[in-house]
Antibody, heavy 117, light 107 residues
Framework: VQLQESGPGLVKPSETLSLTCGVS?????????WDWIRQSPGKGLEWIGS???????HYNPSLKSRVIISVDTSKNQFSLKLDSVTGADTAVYYC???????????WGQGTLVTVSS | DIQMTQSPSTLSASLGDRVSITCRAS??????LAWYQQLPGKGPKFLIH???SLQSGVPSRFSGSGSGTEFTLTISSLQPGDFGTYYC?????????FGQGTKVEIK
């Protein structure tokens, strides 16, 4: 199983951050959850949310009002949209495969997103 | 949210050393704890789940223990590829949360 993040590396404040995670080696409509996690120097690793095939979406309450995670099974990929970004959203964003228990068994290599004008 | 606290923040050790990292939860999480290794410039790699269950393919020098609020990751004999940062993560209660990391560096 391999995951690869893609998307703009620079986003302006107040705009929407959009990232996609391409999955190979596993069909995302079979099972598991598909998660986004970010890492910033100030906050360490922060779970953003997940889309679970059998259980819908779950979001971190700290970001819930601004986040949407969706899945495109035809392309075997899933996406993250984060609205109204500020400098605090500058981070390395990872996509990961989540188990139904809640841990993450495969991760992408991460992509740096900087929020700046 | 459940707070996860790791100690030490940095650990200096030599090849062949036995090292241990502690992870404490702000409330009981039973055995619902995972450990990850992160090498520079890479995404985290999954090592252990359910506090002590080693992921397939992970060397047996890695082991985990604990339950409730206190957990330990032990590397029995440090190898060159083990120098990096280690994170714990609880998956007892949403939102899932991580420790701040322990950097294992060469002495």
């Amino acid at each position: 199983v391999q995951l690869q993040e893609s998307g703009p590396g620079l986003v302006k404040p107040s705009e929407t951050l959009s990232l996609t995670c391409g999955v190979s080696g596993y069909s995302i409509n079979r099972d598991y959850c598909w998660d986004w996690i970010r890492q910033s120097p100030g906050k360490g690793l922060e779970w953003i949310g997940s889309y679970c095939q059998s259980g819908g979406t779950h979001y971190n309450p700290s970001l819930k009002s601004r986040v949407i995670i969706s899945v495109d099974t035809s392309k075997n990929q899933f996406s993250l949209k984060l609205d109204s970004v500020t400098g605090a959203d500058t981070a390395v964003y990872y996509c990961a495969r989540g188990t139904h228990s809640g841990y993450f068994d495969y991760w992408g290599q991460g992509t740096l997103v900087t929020v700046s004008s | 949210d459940i707070q996860m606290t790791q100690s030490p923040s940095t650990l200096s050790a030599s090849l062949g050393d036995r090292v241990s990292i502690t992870c404490r939860a702000s409330e009981s999480i039973s055995i619902w704890l995972a450990w990850y290794q992160q090498l520079p410039g890479k995404g985290p790699k999954f090592l252990i789940h359910k506090a002590s269950s080693l992921q397939s393919g992970v060397p047996s020098r890695f082991s985990g223990s604990g339950s409730g609020t206190e957990f330990t990751l032990t590397i029995s004999s440090l190898q060159p590829g083990d120098f990096g940062t280690y994170y714990c993560q609880q998956y007892n209660t949403y939102p899932w949360t991580f420790g701040q990391g322990t950097k294992v560096e060469i002495k």
